[in-house]
């Protein structure tokens, strides 16, 4: 088998936060690796707003939807917003999803060379964050992430825990890629 970085291998979206506190250095790191993802023609289209004050946390915590209210015990959420032209409207695609999931990519996996793990998710009421946050209205939300300590998974209910423990596969190479031709 071919040698994958450990980190790629190790990344899940977990479920089961600690509320132990995230350092000022280690959100500054995984933000910083965010920063330095590729984009097309180096749009960089991303914004970050980050809630990890007792009082941001809440009002971002109010807009999760009931299937990720394993995500209000997370310490630190990560809103990833940005323009949907995204300054790079190349072939009539949203390039800015692209380069916001590679920024996202960048976050999780500076998360696990540092001990933590992160949660992108699509559950979340954008107009409820965006007006709490006070995110202009030219931009669009494409993901809440949550990061922190992973905790004992039986802080979680039955049902998250089911989820929890039951790893991901993904589709067979050979399913998925394609030499020289389909």
Not at 1 to 29: C, F, N, Q, T
């Given at each position: 088998?071919?040698?994958?970085?450990?980190?790629?291998?190790?990344?899940?979206?977990?479920?089961?936060?600690?509320?132990?506190?995230?350092?000022?250095?280690?959100?500054?790191?995984?933000?910083?690796?965010?920063?330095?993802?590729?984009?097309?023609?180096?749009?960089?289209?991303?914004?970050?707003?980050?809630?990890?004050?007792?009082?941001?946390?809440?009002?971002?915590?109010?807009?999760?939807?009931?299937?990720?209210?394993?995500?209000?015990?997370?310490?630190?959420?990560?809103?990833?917003?940005?323009?949907?032209?995204?300054?790079?409207?190349?072939?009539?695609?949203?390039?800015f999803m692209m380069d916001v999931g590679l920024a996202v990519q960048n976050m999780l996996l500076q998360a696990v060379h540092i001990g933590l793990m992160g949660h992108p998710t699509a559950g979340w009421k954008e107009e409820g964050l965006k007006e709490s946050l006070g995110i202009p209205d030219k931009f669009r939300i494409v993901t809440v992430v949550t990061f922190g300590y992973q905790a004992d998974l039986n802080s979680l209910d039955t049902e998250t825990r089911e989820k929890e423990t039951t790893r991901t596969s993904r589709r067979p190479f050979d399913e998925v890629v394609h030499w020289n031709k389909w």
């Open positions: 088998m071919v040698e994958i970085l450990e980190e790629i291998m190790e990344r899940h979206s977990g479920r089961a936060y600690s509320d132990k506190p995230v350092s000022d250095e280690s959100i500054e790191s995984i933000l910083e690796a965010g920063r330095w993802a590729p984009s097309c023609s180096n749009t960089q289209a991303w914004n970050f707003v980050v809630l990890k004050d007792k009082d941001a946390l809440k009002l971002g915590r109010e807009h999760l939807s009931r299937g990720n209210a394993w995500g209000k015990v997370a310490p630190v959420m990560v809103i990833v917003a940005a323009e949907e032209d995204g300054g790079c409207p190349a072939h009539g695609l949203p390039y």
